[in-house]
């Protein structure tokens, strides 16, 4: 069974660096085929992909966060982290962890975390 | 980046119905389209993939078509458990991008 979980800060105030931290089980990092990534939704408005990182390292973000966003796996811990840079209020959203494999979309959704940016 | 434009933004039916859901990209995505389903305060749950491909599990009163730059999502009976926003995505180019969203309530 496939499962992912995120955690983190809820309250980051704004110009801090969030780090987010996705552990997930039921399947490896290390297989062919196999990609987690992150998503975010603030409050009341539409789903927005962030990145993805696949088994073989291919790793791509949402361009206009590429110079703030990081994403790094442990294979070993199986864990993504997500870390985002000068956060800012307009960065208050619940974030998922998701798992896809190559050909299909994203098909198992951690719970969501939300994070608020606010001094 | 692709943009995916979703119509309605908000559709009201009786249970029963057969709705659709419009999911237009401002360039080709080929099929690789996905439909995802979310209730309030939930992660969402996708419903179909490669644009017309049911998930395992998902009902079969959901079904989806198009392909290039044109899709759909229906759903051919309306039941009670079907109101919540549904969401198209894109996965044919990085950055991949979602729709904003189509509401669906019943009557």
């Given at each position: 069974q496939i499962t992912l979980k995120e955690s983190g800060p809820t309250l980051v105030k704004p110009t801090q660096t969030l780090t987010l931290t996705c552990t997930f089980s039921?399947?490896?990092?290390?297989?062919?085929?196999v990609g987690v990534g992150w998503v975010r939704q603030p409050p009341g408005k539409a789903l927005e992909w962030l990145a993805i990182i696949h088994w073989n390292d291919a790793n791509h973000y949402l361009s206009s966060l590429k110079s703030r966003l990081t994403v790094t796996k442990d294979t070993s811990k199986n864990q993504l982290d997500l870390t985002l840079t000068n956060?800012?209020?307009?960065?208050t959203a619940t974030y998922y962890c998701v798992h896809r494999i190559v050909g299909?979309?994203?098909d198992y959704w951690g719970q969501g975390t939300l994070v608020t940016v606010s001094s | 980046d692709i943009q995916m434009t979703q119509s309605p933004s908000t559709l009201s039916a009786s249970v029963g119905d057969r709705v659709t859901i419009t999911c237009r990209a401002?360039?080709?995505?080929?099929?690789?389209l996905a439909w995802y389903q979310q209730r309030p305060g939930k992660a969402p749950n996708v419903l179909?993939?490669?644009?017309?491909s049911l998930e395992g599990g998902?009902?079969?009163r959901f079904s989806g078509g198009g392909s290039e730059t044109e899709f759909t999502l229906s759903i051919s009976s309306l039941q009670p458990d079907d109101s919540a926003t549904y969401y198209c995505q894109q996965y044919?180019?990085?950055?991949w991008t979602f729709g904003q969203g189509t509401k669906v309530e019943i009557k």
């Open positions: 039921g399947f490896s990092l290390s297989t062919s085929g956060m800012d209020p307009v960065d299909g979309g994203l | 401002s360039q080709s995505v080929s099929a690789w179909i993939h490669k644009a017309s998902v009902p079969s044919s180019t990085y950055p």
